[in-house]
């Protein structure tokens, strides 16, 4: 294409062109000339362009241009002449002939573009001929034509109709000629843009201006019309049209009718048009004012339609063919009123109220057969301000109407009805978009908070739950209820519908529309409604465990029923059909989908979501209708539509442990009498379920309530829901069953709680609950990661579990948001009875105990699937408030472990802390206290952090072993006596301790264990630990503080380890069994007092020290740190005797030396009277270290009271010398004055004093023993106590033997006139050391003295000594040397004294 431009504007378009200098040759084609090249101030004009199609011509310029390129620019003066031809190929309409110019000539200038000359032109017309010339003619614009016309010269000034007959109508003229105004050259325009593709179709058309004359007459009496005064008009032929249009019609009265007496009247006129085309189309369109009167549609006040106004009238008749069609279009006149008087309208469809404005226009098209369209249409459009659905039969609704409402213009209603021959005229309507947009649903005056906070909030959380729809796959919320009518009557089984608002966020979602005079609207708009499908009745519960209620008062019976889809099917908004289209809509379309909200039995709303399968083989869930027919008789059920689990297409051989098929979708327990079951039954088929469904296979609706029949079963659920068993008729509850599988704490034993809801004879519905365990307590948990991290210890199983019962106590909860959110599980409290396996050690028999009343918890995961992890196991333990609430309960067994028996006498479960991995851990500990032998001597003791021991806060302790590490292969831990949160601590907060009663000490084994080794031995990492009397006298409970004891050890200092108290068959232990020797000594044990041995001895300590030329002093080193721990048993010296000697005494012989003086001394006092012993008396004093300060202080009262007795000295013949001093209380008393010995007798109620030495040439044997006894009154008098310090040791041949006791007792002591009595009990408990030997005693006295007038007296006493000695057979051996003993040998010496006697 060649465009041509002057000033940046085009003015020639030529779609080819052969270049030359100054110049263009055009071959046939097409030229375009802009109009406004012609008529420059017209504005009509622009982008219009002049298109003709010619044979060739060519272009040239007055100066340079460069006609080689396809756009040629001109300067201002350029002066462009085009010349073009023109060819007559097309056949004009029948009737016409045409010669159009030859050639023309365009100047094109600084001024536009100008029409130079054109050929001689010709047209013919109704039988005449005229001729065209055009000199320079002017250009003008023909608004009429909207073209750009050329006025010629024509050869005629009128124009005689001699043949005016065309398809329908005949033209004539009123006079014998019609005058013509002038004539033109009408060249076609365009208003694309000039392209190759565009080509231009014919040379321009001859055109006429007649003046007044032209008549027109419609054929075979159309419309009855008759003559038509065309008034003046114009007259165009060319090789595509003839046209003739004015501007001045004058129609007279004519009538279009059409069916149903409704008819279109026409009056006057204004302009016309007629076309021809050259295939014989005839067209003539008439513009008037009409009148339309329409018996269809009618009014709720039974009038039809009408509209006046303007409009047109069109009549066609298509060459060759018989048929003529009309048009008529009509346009309300705003400015005067409607015909029908009133400027509403409202209508009625079978469920639809319109409101609207009066009609505002109509059109028709038809069949035109004298005067009547036979066949056809018409369109009647109005502004549609209100809708109102509505059901033909009673109905409530929810829809809100009122003065309130909304009555601005929603869109067109448009009524369209049709007819053929002889058939009755339809009527259908169309609705704007938005119809029902503002529709509003009332604001309910109540509603369940209980309801609402079980159901979905937002329409994203609604698409959410009904199986995460795709954003095109999205289903109206069901949740906030929109416009809703519900059907009352019989007629539609109470169903009703319920409208959601229109989504834009929905793509091509349809808009309502009318057929049948149904209002029909997308059937994802719309839900099938229903009234709440199960009636919650009241539930009583007899014997209600708290916080469940006697009886449980639903507050409402849930939200109504709702039925949704997908589909985009037109369905009619009514009930029946709702119901029937969705069902219709799922059964013909793939990939319709179903949706439906309804309630079950006591508080479970559901919602199914049934998508078909995509998948070869596996089954849908069906929809469909299923009310019962009796077409014999035309009777039908009522409407009921039923809702099926995806059946599997191949059933396992034998019995299957999976799922019974179930609904999609979602189910939630919103209202129950207890939360228990509602929370479990929420996490296995809530929203927060991934694979969440509906416990059911098959679910009926209607109108009148739901029907199930239903038993729910899912074998491979572990812990949750795994039966509901559900039974209703029409809305009314027959039972509800829920089993809701649990682990039972603390033994994992598998269990189910289940809740029956039933329906009783007399109507009342009635829940229970039954408790059951399914299996043993193996301590394996649905988290296999549980018990390696539960510590059984003595429990192995907790079997026969029965009688389990809910208890009145709180759940508890535990949450743990660093695993998961909204991991919760809830921890029920029940009580039962059971058999406990238990087995003291892995090596000893196992024996079954039962137990009633044990606490146990059902634990209930959520989101966890169904697992309950240690982490809500420690964290439960830890929430519990007492021990009332633990875990357990009593058990009354004993067992033997390493020979030792304990007794059990309850299960308790802690948890302790793993330092490792600084996680908790699940300890099973039964409490029990050892039954050990003997008589009571021994007992069980507690020790806390530093403080001293103390008696056990409880009568048992724990009784805990660790579990064996299968990683390491580490051997069977101890068994302890031990807390469970110290069972994986090195050192324990409490220490539980063996102790040993003696006659004065105390011995404490801490932190004993009995190993399964076979050696039958209780065995300690601690070392025992003695409390020796002077311990013992400073301390105010059972045992002192452990810094004022004395740890056994070896001679070196160092403490013993791995001590073991074995335990023979008769469950005696050995009080020492030592697993090391005493270096020093060996095949001894280092006991305390064989540590005094060797002090006394001389051996690595010296003890004799030169105090002064006058005195000799034994020491007992009692600060040497293995001399004080050893027993602390001396003070810090015991002087024994002082003489008046000038020889120093060699300390190595100190004792044999400060004997013989001793008895040197007393031979020369032989001769001597009493007066000259009584300085050497005075200076035998016994200074004693604190342990005996008793002995002290009851020697320094005698002494002070008078002189001691003399010694008794003889000598044998054998040279064996003897010295002795022995005296009692009433020897000592009567050296007494009266008034002394009643004092000394006052609180002195015995005493035993004695020195005796025996002297040899090779041995010598020297003994001391004093035993006094005192009596202390008592503010409760006669009581008085009693107490005694005793002390004796044994010189022979230089080695020792010590005894010391300490006791006390209580009696009485009165007097009533001459009569007087005295009666004690006196329990002394001694430490013996001395020659290989070490023992403990206890020694009960009891003594009782009568005496009248001094003439009867009477005396009972009754000792009782039992002794335990540790016997080193030769000592002189060694270790290594044959005969020398492993261990001592304990030997047990008993001794029972009675002596009755009688003085009168």
Not at 247 to 273: D, E
Not at 284 to 301: G, H
Not at 1203 to 1227: I, Q, R, Y
Request: hydrophobic share 40%.
């Amino acid at each position: 294409m060649i465009t041509i431009t002057r000033g940046g504007s085009p003015i020639l378009y030529l779609d080819s062109g052969t270049s030359s200098a100054n110049a263009l040759t055009l071959s046939a084609g097409s030229v375009w000339i802009p109009a406004q090249q012609f008529v420059p101030t017209t504005s009509s004009a622009a982008n219009t362009f002049v298109a003709l199609s010619i044979t060739g011509g060519n272009v040239t310029f007055n100066g340079n241009v460069n006609t080689a390129a396809s756009l040629i620019v001109l300067g201002p003066n350029v002066v462009m002449t085009v010349n073009l031809k023109f060819g007559n190929s097309g056949k004009p309409p029948s009737g016409i002939t045409l010669q159009s110019p030859a050639t023309m000539t365009f100047i094109f200038d600084n001024t536009g573009a100008h029409l130079q000359n054109a050929g001689i032109a010709n047209l013919g017309v109704f039988g005449s001929s005229i001729g065209f010339t055009f000199a320079n003619p002017n250009a003008s614009w023909d608004a009429d034509l909207g073209k750009v016309v050329f006025v010629g010269a024509i050869s005629l000034s009128t124009l005689k109709i001699i043949n005016g007959q065309r398809e329908f109508l005949q033209f004539s003229s009123a006079l014998a000629s019609i005058g013509i105004n002038n004539g033109a050259w009408v060249p076609d325009v365009q208003s694309t843009n000039p392209s190759t593709v565009t080509e231009a179709s014919s040379p321009g058309s001859l055109a006429l201006y007649l003046k007044t004359g032209l008549q027109a007459t419609l054929s075979d009496s159309m419309l009855s019309s008759g003559l038509i005064n065309c008034g003046p008009c114009t007259l165009v032929a060319g090789i595509t049209e003839l046209l003739i249009t004015g501007l001045n019609l004058k129609l007279p009265k004519c009538i279009v009718n059409l069916p149903q007496s409704s008819s279109v009247v026409m009056r006057g006129g204004s302009a016309f048009q007629y076309t021809s085309l050259p295939n014989g189309t005839d067209s003539w369109t008439a513009y008037s004012s009409m009148t339309a009167s329409l018996n269809q549609p009618r009014n709720v006040r039974g009038e039809g339609s009408t509209l006046a106004g303007i409009g047109a009238l069109v009549i066609t008749k298509v060459g060759g063919l018989a048929i003529t069609t009309a048009e008529v279009d009509i346009t309300a006149d705003s400015t005067v009123p409607p015909a029908s008087g009133s400027y509403f309208q409202s209508y009625a469809l079978k469920n639809l109220f319109l409101k609207g404005d009066a009609p505002s226009s109509l059109a028709i098209q038809g069949t035109l057969q004298n005067s009547t369209l036979i066949s056809g249409n018409y369109r009647l459009f109005s502004n549609l301000r209100y809708v109102l659905p509505f059901l033909p039969d009673p109905y409530v609704t929810n829809i809100q109407y009122g003065q309130a409402i909304d009555n601005s213009i929603i869109g067109d209603l448009v009524f369209t009805g049709a007819w053929e021959v002889n058939a009755p005229m339809t009527i259908d309507v169309t609705l704007p978009n938005g119809t029902l947009n503002r529709l509003q649903a009332l604001t309910p005056a109540t509603s369940s908070a209980t309801m609402q906070a079980a159901l979905p909030t937002s329409p994203s959380e609604e698409n959410s739950l009904l199986g995460h729809l795709n954003a095109d796959e999205i289903v109206q919320p069901v949740i906030s209820l929109g416009p809703t009518m519900l059907d009352i009557s019989s007629n539609n089984s109470q169903f009703g519908v319920s409208i959601s608002a229109f989504n834009p966020d929905l793509p091509q979602q349809p808009q309502p529309t009318v057929a049948h005079l149904y209002m029909r609207t997308a059937a994802n708009q719309l839900r099938a409604f229903a009234l709440p499908q199960v009636q919650w009745e009241p539930v009583t519960t007899p014997d209600p465990v708290p916080p469940v209620t006697a009886v449980f008062q639903f507050t409402d019976s849930g939200p109504a029923t709702q039925i949704g889809t997908n589909s985009v099917t037109l369905i009619p908004v009514a009930s029946h059909e709702i119901v029937s289209g969705l069902a219709q809509a799922y059964a013909t379309e793939l990939t319709s989908r179903i949706f439906a909200r309804f309630t079950m039995p006591f508080g479970i709303i559901s919602t199914a979501s049934l998508i078909k399968s995509t998948i070869p083989f596996f089954n849908s869930p069906t929809f469909g209708m299923i009310q019962p027919s009796f077409k014999a008789i035309n009777y039908f059920g009522a409407d009921q539509v039923s809702l099926g689990a995806p059946q599997p297409r191949f059933h396992p051989i034998g019995k299957s442990t999976g799922p019974t098929p179930s609904l999609p979708g979602i189910s939630v327990l919103s209202q129950f009498p207890d939360s228990a079951t509602a929370t479990a039954y929420n996490e296995e088929f809530g929203p927060s379920k991934t694979t969440a469904k509906i416990p059911a296979s098959r679910v009926d609706i209607s109108g009148y309530g739901l029907s199930i029949f239903t038993d729910w079963r899912d074998d491979t659920i572990s812990s949750g829901i795994s039966q509901v068993d559900l039974q209703a008729i029409v809305g009314r509850t027959e039972r509800e069953v829920i089993v809701q599988k649990m682990e039972l704490l603390y033994s994992g034993a598998p269990a189910t709680r289940t809740v029956v809801i039933q329906r009783l004879n007399s109507g009342e519905m009635r829940r229970q609950v039954f408790l059951k365990a399914t299996g043993p307590g193996t301590f394996n948990f649905n988290d296999a990661a549980i018990k390696p991290k539960t510590h059984q210890g003595l429990v192995q199983q907790v079997i026969n579990i029965r009688n389990m019962r809910e208890v009145a106590d709180i759940p508890y909860t535990t949450t743990d948001s660093t695993v998961n959110p909204a991991r919760v599980t809830t921890f029920f409290p029940i009580q039962y009875d059971c058999d406990v396996v238990i087995q003291p050690t892995p090596s000893s028999p196992a024996i079954q105990v039962p137990a009633i009343n044990h606490r146990g918890y059902l634990a209930a995961p959520l989101a966890t699937n169904g697992k309950m992890m240690l982490s809500d196991f420690v964290s439960f333990l830890g929430q519990l408030p007492n021990k009332n609430l633990m875990l357990g309960g009593p058990i009354d067994c004993t067992v033997k472990a390493g020979n030792l028996t304990v007794k059990l006498t309850s299960i308790t479960v802690d948890s302790t802390l793993n330092a490792t991995t600084n996680a908790s851990e699940i300890v099973i500990a039964p409490l029990g206290i050892p039954e050990f032998a003997g008589h009571g001597e021994w007992s069980m003791v507690q020790k806390v952090g530093p403080l001293a021991p103390m008696h056990l806060d409880n009568t048992s302790v724990p009784v805990i072993r660790q579990n064996t590490d299968a990683a390491t292969g580490s051997p069977v831990k101890p068994l302890r006596f031990a807390n469970p949160a110290d069972l994986l601590s090195a050192v324990p907060g409490v220490d539980y301790c063996i102790m040993h009663n003696a006659d004065t000490v105390r011995t404490l084994f801490p932190r004993p264990k009995i190993e399964d080794d076979g050696l039958n031995q209780i065995s300690s990492v601690l070392s025992p630990v003695i409390a020796d009397p002077y311990a013992m006298g400073n301390c105010s409970g059972i045992f002192p503080d452990l810094t004022a004891c004395i740890p056994l050890q070896l001679l070196g200092g160092t403490e013993l380890s791995n001590v073991t108290l074995p335990v023979d068959p008769s469950g005696f232990m050995s009080l020492l069994n030592p697993q090391a020797t005493d270096p020093a000594n060996p095949g001894q044990f280092p006991s305390p007092i064989a540590a005094v041995n060797r002090v006394l001895r001389g051996g690595d300590f010296p003890t004799l020290t030169a105090m002064n030329t006058g005195a000799i002093t034994l020491l007992i080193n009692s600060v040497d740190p293995d001399a004080a721990k050893a027993f602390n048993f001396a003070s810090k010296a015991v002087k024994l005797l002082s003489f008046d000697g000038k020889n120093q005494i060699d300390p190595t012989n100190a004792v044999d030396q400060g004997l013989n003086k001793l008895l040197e001394v007393a031979g020369d006092a032989l001769s001597q009277a009493k007066s000259d012993l009584k300085p050497l008396i005075d200076e035998t004093n016994m200074v004693l270290g604190e342990i005996m300060q008793p002995v002290k202080k009851v020697l320094a009262f005698l002494a002070t009271l008078g002189p001691l007795p003399k010694l008794d000295v003889h000598m044998d013949a054998d040279f064996t010398v003897h010295v002795s001093l022995t005296f009692n209380l009433e020897t000592y008393l009567e050296s007494m004055l009266p008034p002394v010995a009643a004092v000394i007798a006052e609180f002195v109620t015995q005493f035993d004093f004695n020195i005796n030495h025996t002297q040899q040439l090779l041995t010598h044997n020297t003994k001391f023993g004093v035993k006094p006894i005192f009596k202390i009154p008592t503010p409760f008098a006669p009581a008085i106590a009693v107490a005694t310090a005793t002390f004796d040791a044994a010189f022979e041949n230089g080695v020792p033997s010590i005894a010391f006791g300490l006791g006390a007792g209580i009696g009485v002591d009165f007097g009533i006139g001459p009569f007087s009595a005295t009666g004690y009990v006196l329990i002394t408990q001694t430490i013996m050391d001395g020659g290989g030997s070490f023992g403990i005693g206890t020694d009960i006295l009891v003594k009782a003295s009568v005496n009248l007038f001094d003439l009867i007296k009477a005396d009972v006493v009754v000792e009782t000594s039992v002794k335990l000695l540790a016997v080193t057979c030769h000592p002189e051996l060694k270790p290594g040397d044959s005969g020398f003993p492993e261990t001592p040998t304990i030997w047990g010496i008993a001794q029972t004294y009675e002596r009755n006697c009688a003085d009168s």
